[in-house]
């Protein structure tokens, strides 16, 4: 599975991006997408994730209800719709799929896109 994630860039706080990410080979309905972020001199964290069959959903709590997931089956890409965009939002942020139900963990997901840079002015 090659996933590519893009979409990234410089808005204000309180402003809005959509990232997405498109995967191609062999992926699967049973997998799990995912959305992490990563800020300079943090870990890797969980953001967002939603299952290709039957679309459910998770978010952190740092970003739900402002952050939304979705797929496109057809496409096989997923999105990251982001809205009120907060400074601390600002990081690199990484798609990544797991042969799992759903799962917060980064260790879980097996294939990861490059990273897309996210930065919120302030």
């Known amino acids: 599975v090659q996933l590519q994630a893009y979409g990234g860039g410089l808005v204000q706080a309180g402003g809005s991006l959509r990232l997405s990410c498109a995967a191609s080979g062999r992926t699967s309905g049973r997998y799990v997408m995912g959305w992490f972020r990563q800020a300079p001199g943090k870990e890797r964290e969980f953001v967002a994730a939603v299952r290709w069959s039957g679309g459910s959903t998770y978010y952190a709590d740092s970003v739900s209800g402002r952050f939304t997931i979705s797929r496109d089956n057809a496409k096989n890409t997923v999105y990251l719709q982001m809205n009120k965009l907060k400074p601390e939002d600002t990081a690199v942020y990484f798609c990544?799929?797991?042969?799992?139900?759903?799962?917060?963990?980064?260790?879980?997901?097996?294939?990861w896109g490059q990273g897309t840079q996210v930065t919120v002015s302030s």
């Open positions: 990544a799929a797991g042969d799992v139900f759903i799962t917060t963990r980064v260790t879980e997901y097996d294939y």
